[in-house]
């Protein structure tokens, strides 16, 4: 009884009644079950929906990693970024043969991501290679190309030689896939930009144009749509757990691209 107790405790918040614990002896559910099952009930998403604001972090966590993957098949990788989490270890779900993570020297990253060493984390992998300069990698030798919520982090004068450079990079027919935050959502979020050491925070539009220049657009979508927010001009938090994806990039609080060389 314990088990069943804690575990509703912990999913919903709240002690189990007789008809939830007749229930669960009847389909004689263990932990794991009970918990699986707790996670996907409508009871839960009416929870997290009242306590999105508390846990909005961890939302936008989950809805990245089902886009992770979704991430298209690769030999090679590349990871801008990793210090923060590469996407193998936020699920990307196929097999590589290298996969080459980079980001700025440590004194040069956002605080948090300071004390991070990244050679040392991934030392124990022979097809990982952590490199801090992009101009170490040869011309077409990348399959992948994967920025995950980095570009806001890259002043607007400077996005041209970061694009050229994974050009440069990429084979004919690779991809460079990004996600980023949608300023549209984000000005209704925070007059500001979402975090002091974002440079610059792009609208679906202007973002298309300037990958437009350099790559063939082949998909675009919106991840986590707040359709009311949008119409309203006011956040509303409670929007985000009930959407993951959306083919409307203007009302979702995160666009995502898949381009082609």
């Not at 004390?115 to 022979?126: G, Y």
């Not at 011309?139 to 970061?162: K, M, R």
């Not at 690779?174 to 209704?188: H, K, Q």
Request: proline letters at 5%; hydrophobic letters at 40%.
């Amino acid at each position: 009884m314990s088990w069943i107790e804690d575990t509703y405790q912990a999913v919903l918040g709240r002690k189990p009644n007789d008809s939830d614990i007749n229930n669960i002896r009847n389909q004689n559910l263990t932990a794991r079950q009970l918990s699986i099952q707790l996670l996907y009930s409508a009871e839960f998403l009416n929870t997290i929906c009242a306590e999105a604001k508390e846990h909005h972090l961890a939302i936008i966590h989950g809805v990245r990693v089902r886009l992770i993957k979704s991430l298209p098949r690769a030999d090679v990788i590349l990871d801008i970024g990793g210090a923060n989490g590469s996407l193998v270890e936020f699920g990307y779900r196929h097999d590589y043969r290298r996969l080459i993570i980079s980001d700025l020297a440590p004194e040069d990253r956002i605080a948090e991501l300071q004390m991070v060493d990244l050679a040392k984390k991934w030392q124990w992998n022979p097809r990982v290679q952590v490199l801090n300069d992009l101009s170490k990698i040869q011309n077409s030798s990348v399959d992948l190309v994967w920025a995950g919520q980095l570009i806001e982090h890259i002043a607007q004068q400077d996005l041209p030689t970061f694009l050229s450079d994974v050009k440069r990079i990429l084979r004919p027919g690779g991809r460079f896939c990004l996600d980023t935050p949608n300023a549209l959502l984000a000005r209704i979020h925070s007059p500001e930009l979402l975090h002091p050491d974002h440079k610059y925070e792009y609208m679906p539009d202007e973002l298309e144009e300037i990958l437009g220049k350099y790559f063939e657009i082949e998909n675009k979508l919106g991840l986590i749509p707040m359709p009311d927010s949008y119409e309203v001009r006011q956040f509303l938090y409670q929007e985000m757990p009930i959407g993951c994806f959306s083919e409307r990039l203007e009302n979702c609080y995160i666009m995502y691209f898949s381009c082609r060389k």
